[in-house]
């Protein structure tokens, strides 16, 4: 398969895939690997997981957060210095 035609075999875009990387000297490297790669960055940079989850195709939020919890005690720790800088503004008004 000619890269670019329009064959939706997932066995033929693995393959293809593959044969990629191959040529570019990237051993190991799966298509699910950039899927996982994929959500980790958005995630990482704060888009909703609402959307991550949409973008995957899982059929639950629960799926995506479950997946990628790994991700979200970083962004914890972003949400309650967040939280703490809203409340020092307010009790600065």
């Not at 629960?62 to 720790?77: F, I, N, R």
Request: aromatic fraction near 6%; glycine fraction near 8%.
């Amino acid at each position: 398969m000619r890269f670019g035609q329009a064959n939706r075999n997932p066995d033929c875009i693995s393959q293809s895939f593959r044969a990629i990387t191959r040529k570019a000297g990237l051993k190991g490297v799966r298509l699910h690997d950039l899927r996982h790669t994929h959500a980790t960055l958005l995630l990482q940079q704060g888009v909703h997981p609402k959307i991550v989850q949409e973008r995957l195709g899982h059929a639950t939020i629960a799926v995506t957060l479950d997946t990628y919890s790994y991700v979200l005690p970083g962004m914890q720790e972003a949400a309650a210095r967040r939280f703490e800088e809203g409340l020092r503004a307010e009790h600065r008004r």
